[in-house]
């Protein structure tokens, strides 16, 4: 996944409508929010979701088991919310990354390469490649993943091909395939034995498939 749309990401609870400055309660609520988050964070990062309890986050956050389920209905509906997070923080890097390049074919390498990068920090490969498929289920999993990157990594494709630099073909099943691959990329990266060696494997592998995009 290669850019993040903001017009995409859902707003959060508690927040004030755009343009209107938020109450002081709606002020609480966020920050008692951003609390939750950022314990969760850190405490599916280390221990992963099975082994952190409830009781063990709202500790961390410093708020009350009410407070969390006034922002989340269960663990789940937290757990979903940090992954989001962390997606849109990696999806982000990974732009950074292909905002470097000369031009678009390498502008993709630079996304996946980044994607790969952000994905190699052990708590993040635990909380979107280990915990969320199986916590979320697939279908979600992937549909939180396509919401965030799917249309802004068609657009990248598109400009690819309208410069010239891209072969021309549909663009939404090619973001499928490239927003799938890279996604499987760094699956097989987490949970391989030799990571180091895996992540050689795969960085060969899609290299060739990025040249194999150009025009």
């Known amino acids: 996944m290669m850019h993040t749309d903001s017009t995409n990401v859902k707003s959060k609870p508690g927040s004030a409508p755009a343009g209107r400055p938020p109450s002081k309660k709606s002020a609480q609520s966020e920050a008692t929010q951003r ?30 088991r009410g407070a969390l389920y006034h922002q989340f209905a269960d663990k789940r509906e937290l757990f979903a ?19 470097h390049a000369k031009d678009p074919v390498e502008a993709l390498r630079g996304g996946f390469l980044g994607w790969l990068d952000a994905c190699s920090e052990p708590g993040t490969q635990r909380i979107v490649l280990v915990d969320a498929p199986a916590v979320l289920g697939w279908e979600e999993w992937r549909e939180i993943g396509e919401r965030l990157g799917l ?45 180091e060696t895996a992540r050689a494997e795969m960085t060969q592998i899609l290299d060739r498939l990025v040249d194999s995009l150009r025009a």
């Open 35 to 64: 609390k939750l988050l950022r314990a969760a964070r850190r405490l599916f990062a280390k221990h992963g979701y099975a082994k952190v309890g409830t009781e063990e986050i709202v500790r961390a956050a410093g708020v009350t």
């Open 81 to 99: 919310a940090v992954f989001e997070e962390t997606e849109a923080e990696l999806i982000a890097e990974s732009a950074r990354r292909a905002a």
């Open 151 to 195: 249309g802004v990594t068609m657009a990248a494709l598109q400009a690819g091909m309208d410069a010239g630099a891209l072969a021309p073909q549909p663009v939404r099943p090619l973001a499928h395939v490239v927003v799938g691959a890279i996604d499987e990329a760094a699956l097989y990266i987490a949970r391989a034995e030799d990571q």
